[in-house]
C-alpha cells in the first residue's frame, strides 16, 4: 500500500478541530485544498471519514475507528522529532568510544571531563578489547570513534587524524645495577630476560619490524599481556622491557624502574583518532571529536 502521510496529517487535523477553516488556518493550506485532500484519502480507503454539518465536521463510525491510530502515529512523528532535537541540543545520547586502558588514562581523561562538564547527559561507554578488534568495531558501527596507536597497514575505509607521538624504551630496576652507567647496543639485550608484550601489539609490531630491519633475532623474550603488568614485572627483577617512555614515566620519576640507555634509536609511534570515511557521526561523537582535536572550546 502506498500511504501518503501527508493526507493522515490533515484527517488529524480537521478531526482535532472539527472545522476545515480551523485546519486550512493550523495547515496554512487553502480551505478548497484541505477539502480535496480530505475527499482523496476517502476514495483511497473507499468510504466516508467525515460527516459535514453546518457547525463544522465529525468523525463518521470508519472515521473514528483510524483516528485512534493516526493519533498514535502522529504521536510517534511528534515524539520522533522531539528525540531528534534533544540529540541534537546534546540532552540525551551515546557515544561509544574504542581506546586502550593505558591511553585512556595518558590522554584521553582531561577531554572526557571537559565533555561530561557540558554534556552531562550524554552517555560515555568505553571499549578497551585489542586494537583489531577495536578497528573492525569501527567499521561495524559498533563504536563511534576509536584512539589508538597507528600500525603500518592502516586501512583505506579509516578516517586518521594524529593526536601525538609515543616513544619505546628500555627499562630496567635494580636487579640491573650495571645497566645503569651503561649505554647498549641491540645485541646486548639478548644478554638479557627482555620482556616485551604479546601480540597482537602495534608496540610488538613495530619492535619486531625494527629487530628485522636490523637483522636482530631476541632468543630470551618473554611475552607479557599487559603493558602495566609488563612494568610491574620489570619492577620485581624478572627482566628488562620494551615499554612506551610516556606510559611507563610516573614509575620512572619515582625511581621505581629506570630508563636504560641505547646506542640505537628505537622507533616511535603515532597515536591517532580513528573514524569511518564517509560516515555519519551522531551529534555527541560529533562534538567529542571536536574537543579532543581542539576545534572548539
Known sequence: MNINYELYR???????????????????????????????????????????????????????AIYKYVKQGINCFNNAELVFSNLKQLETGTVKIGISTTLARLFLLPYLEKFHQQ??????????????????MLKTGDIDILIAKENRYEDDELKITRLGILHNCIVASNAF????????????????????QRPPSTSRDTF???????????TSAIEIASSSLLEDFVKIGLGVGLVTKEFAESEIKTNHIFEVK????????????????????????????????????
Open 177 to 196: 645495577p650495571e645497566l645503569k652507567n651503561k649505554t647498549i647496543s641491540l645485541k646486548d639485550l639478548n644478554n638479557y630476560p627482555i620482556l616485551i
Open 119 to 136: 554534556y552531562p547527559k550524554i552517555t560515555i561507554h568505553l571499549f578497551t578489547d585489542p586494537s583489531k578488534k577495536m578497528r573492525e
Open 10 to 64: 490533515i484527517f488529524y487535523v480537521v478531526a482535532t478541530t472539527g472545522n476545515i477553516t480551523k485546519a486550512s488556518q493550523e495547515l496554512m493550506i487553502s480551505q478548497p485544498a484541505v477539502t480535496k485532500q480530505i475527499k482523496t484519502l476517502e476514495s483511497q480507503l473507499g468510504g466516508e471519514l467525515f460527516i459535514r454539518t453546518k457547525k463544522g465536521v465529525h468523525l463518521t463510525e470508519n472515521g473514528q
Open 262 to 297: 641505547t646506542q640505537f634509536k628505537l622507533p616511535t609511534v603515532y597515536y591517532s583518532l580513528f573514524t569511518l570515511k564517509d560516515s555519519y557521526h551522531s551529534f555527541g561523537a560529533n562534538k567529542l571529536i571536536e574537543i579532543i582535536t581542539n576545534k572548539t572550546n
Open 208 to 218: 619486531d619490524h625494527f629487530c628485522q630491519e636490523n637483522n636482530i633475532q631476541l
